[in-house]
């Protein structure tokens, strides 16, 4: 069955500074990822998602996320942090047959220091 | 409708009492979801409906909880002799259908078991 483990339950960064969110996962066939985030008293919603395709993903409000096979990692990657980016960060797998449910990870959460 | 809806938003009750969680998904979504969200723990699945096919209740906790979606539509998630560690919030998510295809989540029912 696949999983996903998020490294780091809280980061914590400057604004204007790199974010870095980690992401490894453990799939028996080639997997589908994804990384959700769920703002303050809002629902998840779609960050990207990785699909077979190009293997550096972008997504919305400028955070990408490189699929590194060899590494199992789906890293999710922001170059400068706003302080609206502040909020909890999931990042889920599913097998690429579709045949199985989609499992997220326990979540990191976000914080951005002025 | 245009969104998941869950209802209700907020239930609280005795310990040892049942409660019925219900969720009405986007119309022609054939992918439905549950997952409880509990702090420290991330999004935990509990079961996936997808077509006319078994549900996947590979991750119900324990046999106190049962779900089912009647007319490939309309789902409900029921516990039964509640207990205090069955507080959380409980997300109902849908899709097109599995794989790739996106979660649309609602915004959840917030139980508290007393």
């Known amino acids: 069955a696949q999983s996903v483990t998020q490294l780091g339950s809280h980061v914590s960064v400057s604004e204007g500074a790199l974010v870095l969110l980690r992401c490894n996962y453990s799939?028996?066939?080639?997997?589908?990822l994804f990384w959700y985030v769920q703002y303050p008293n809002q629902g998840l919603q779609l960050l990207l998602k990785?699909?077979?395709?190009?293997?550096l993903v972008k997504g919305i409000n400028d955070f990408e996320a490189e699929f590194k096979k060899s590494e199992t990692s789906f890293h999710l990657t922001k170059p400068s942090a706003h302080m609206s980016d502040a909020a909890e960060y999931f990042c889920?797998?599913?097998?690429?047959?579709?045949?199985?449910?989609?499992?997220f990870g326990k979540g990191t959460r976000l914080s951005v220091i002025a | 409708g245009a969104g998941v809806s869950q209802s209700p938003s907020n239930k609280v009750t005795e310990k040892g009492k049942d409660v019925e969680l219900r969720c009405d998904p986007i119309?022609?979504?054939?992918?439905l979801y549950w997952y409880r969200q509990s702090l420290g723990q991330g999004l935990e699945f509990l079961i996936y409906?997808?077509?006319?096919?078994?549900?996947?209740k590979s991750g119900l906790p324990s046999d106190r909880f049962s779900a089912e979606r009647t007319g490939g539509s309309v789902s409900t998630l029921t516990i039964q002799r509640t207990q205090q560690e069955d507080s959380a919030v409980y997300l109902c998510?849908?899709?097109?259908?599995?794989?790739?295809?996106?979660?649309?989540f609602g915004a959840g029912s917030r139980l508290t078991v007393l």
């Open positions: 409906f997808q077509g006319n096919s078994a549900p996947d």
């Open positions: 889920a797998v599913t097998e690429g047959s579709g045949n199985t449910p989609l499992v």
């Open positions: 990785y699909t077979s395709a190009a293997t």
């Open positions: 998510a849908s899709s097109l259908g599995a794989g790739a295809n996106v979660l649309t």
């Open positions: 119309s022609g979504h054939t992918a």
């Open positions: 799939s028996s066939v080639p997997p589908y």
